[in-house]
């Protein structure tokens, strides 16, 4: 069995996603969300989905090992970040090598770093008149967007498409890559 752990901080359609891909796969579990909003609407997804979901604050999880002791108990085989907007702390990271993967709704290393999130990178890539824009997946290490890429796909951009219909084609993209990313990592990892 391998159990997965993500991390999400805002609506978490993403999560819900991957929640859904993986309930027909006895292999996987998703031992928790855990999210830094109390608010966020991932949570009222995890209730519907019967889903465990932790919230911690930004001390706890910047200036104390308390994360890093609820994950040690979860036990993941993979950290996903599905939409999480902080920075991992040095002492996250360094536990958990190759361990910990994000989404950014972006072909990286374009519109990467901080205050670069959601439709911030989508209203860039209009700004900018770009083509194209698309997803990547990857490794997480202690500065933003900048571990080693997995997986990147891409999708085409019209210049009359809104900030919103961007949006709408990245998640799609999300939504269809995803999982699919985080079963092959788990199928090759060796615990
Ligand atoms: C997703 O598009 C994800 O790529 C992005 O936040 C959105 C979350 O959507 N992540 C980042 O921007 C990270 N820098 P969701 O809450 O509906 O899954």
């Keep these: 069995m ?4 993500l991390f ?5 359609s993403n999560v819900e996603n991957i929640v859904h891909y993986f309930n ?8 928790a ?9 991932v949570i009222d997804r995890c209730n519907k989905l019967n889903i465990n979901c932790l919230v911690f604050n930004k001390n706890a999880f910047l200036k104390t090992d308390c994360v890093l002791k609820m994950l040690k108990a ?11 907007l902080w920075k991992i702390p040095i002492h996250i990271t360094e536990h958990y090598p190759n361990k910990i993967v994000n989404i950014h709704p972006a072909l990286l290393p374009k519109y990467g770093g901080k205050g670069m999130y ?9 700004d900018n008149k770009d083509k194209e824009t698309g997803i990547t997946i990857h490794y997480v290490n202690e500065n933003y967007d900048e571990g080693a890429i997995i997986h990147q796909a891409k999708t085409s951009v019209s210049s009359n ?17 995803f999982p699919k990313v985080i079963g092959q990592l788990l199928a090759s990892s060796k615990r």
Excluded: C, M, W
């Excluded at 969300?33 to 609407?41: E, G, I, M, Q, S």
């Design 2 to 5: 391998k159990n997965i752990v």
């Design 8 to 12: 999400a901080s805002g609506s978490g």
């Design 24 to 31: 027909n796969k006895s292999n996987v579990t998703i031992a």
């Design 33 to 41: 969300v855990l999210t830094n909003k109390r608010d966020a609407k």
């Design 74 to 84: 979860l036990e993941p085989n993979l950290i996903v970040l599905a939409g999480f």
């Design 118 to 126: 959601g439709n911030h990178v989508h209203q860039a890539v209009k």
């Design 161 to 177: 498409d809104t900030v919103e219909e961007i949006a709408k084609k990245v998640h799609a993209l999300e939504y269809e890559h």
